[in-house]
Each structure stands twice: as C-alpha cells, then as structure tokens.
T-cell receptor
C-alpha cells in the first residue's frame, strides 16, 4: 500500500530533551515536507525537500532541523524542544518535484511539558 | 509571501443541503489550488484540485471554482451526507511551497 508513515503517533516529552520524529514514504516521491497544525492557524510548513540532500525552510523553521540522506526518509529533529512546539505534526510527500498532489501521513501529536 | 484566508471557520448544514467554503489568496503567482479533507485522527487527504488555467472543475458532488481576477476560489459540496463531516483546507501554491488556509469544520446533521 502506497503511504507515508510517521512515528511515533503520540509523544510526550520534557523541555530540552532532543527528539526525532521519523517519516518514510514508499512511493519513490521526490518531494517531502513537514507541517505543523495548530487550532485556528491551519497547516504551516516547517521544512521541505525537493530531493536527496536538498532541503529548504518553510514558514516556521525556527527550532527544527531536517535531513534528507535517502529519498524515502525525511526525519524531523527538535534539538531542544520547548512548550510552544506542542502541536500536531504532519509529514507529506509528492510525486512532483515542485510539490503538487501531496500525500500526508497520519500525524504525530507532540506535547512538550 | 502568499497568504490564504478561508471562511467560514465552522459550517453546519442539514443532510442533503449544499455547503460552500471560500478562500482568498494574495500572490498572483499562485497557479495551483487544491482542497483537502481531514477526518478525525487522520492526515489531510486531497479531494479535488484546480490549476490557474481552468475556471471550474467537478467531481461527482464536489466542485471547485476559481476567479483569478478576484483571487478567490471556492469549494462546493452538493447533496451533503453525514460522512462529509470533516475539516476542509484550501491551499495555494505560488512556487515550491503549498500554503494552507485556516480550515473549515463542516458538520452535516442527519
């Protein structure tokens, strides 16, 4: 089944403790992206990647890092999480290098206390 | 940068009625306008999209219209059913990013 897989689905952590949210797609998609979803704000893009080793900032990149060492994987790294990073996170991928027709993962609910 | 405004934030309709969700965008370079449906506990799913060279597109009970001059586009759902209840997001794509609206929670009452 073609899909975007995120792990974990739920995560509670403490301020300052480094964490990684994994994202993997099995569709050989070029483009991958991370979004955060907050009430009343919709989906805001954190980072995106058009290809292996090519990443760029979205609208809200502060406090996050990403890497794209393999085509299928695009992990999101929070080096020192803070409570304002409590959110619902989605990974997405696209067959198009320009980012048309996203397929989203099921989401990761992160709580930072 | 691009700014997408979506209205209303919540919408309640009776089963069988029509529902309309409207979005405006600011960047005239935007050329792609998808709509996503998000059910509870799931990721958004693409339901329909339209490109800037097309004014209207239909897929069964769903249609999208685009007015490039006014920079607005709308989602129309006819003969609504309880399973249409979800959060709907519009989006606009000026360049390499996809910019989303704030979302509309649609409730279809049986």
């Amino acid at each position: 089944e073609a899909q975007v897989t995120q792990n974990p689905r739920y995560l509670i952590t403490v301020t300052g403790k480094k964490l990684t949210v994994t994202c993997s797609q099995n569709m050989n998609h070029e483009y991958m992206s991370w979004y955060r979803q907050d009430p009343g704000l919709g989906l805001r893009q954190i980072y995106y990647s058009m290809n292996v080793e090519v990443t760029d900032k979205g609208d809200v990149p502060e406090g996050y890092k990403v890497s794209r060492k393999e085509k299928r994987n695009f992990p999101l790294i929070l080096e020192s999480p803070s409570p304002n990073q409590t959110s619902l996170y989605f990974c997405a991928s696209s067959f198009s290098i320009s980012g048309y027709g996203y397929t989203f993962g099921s989401g990761t609910r992160l709580t930072v206390v | 940068g691009e700014n997408v405004e979506q209205h209303p934030s919540t919408l309640s309709v009776q089963e069988g009625d029509s529902a309309v969700i409207k979005c405006t965008y600011s960047d005239s370079a935007s050329n792609y306008f998808p709509w996503y449906k998000q059910e509870l506990g799931k990721g958004p799913q693409l339901i329909i999209d339209i490109r800037s060279n097309v004014g209207e597109k239909k897929d069964q009970r769903i249609a999208v219209t685009l007015n490039k001059t006014a920079k607005h586009f709308s989602l129309h759902i006819t003969e609504t059913q309880p399973e249409d209840s979800a959060v709907y997001f519009c989006a606009a794509k000026p360049h390499l990013q996809l910019i989303f609206g704030q979302g509309t929670t649609l409730q279809v009452k049986p």
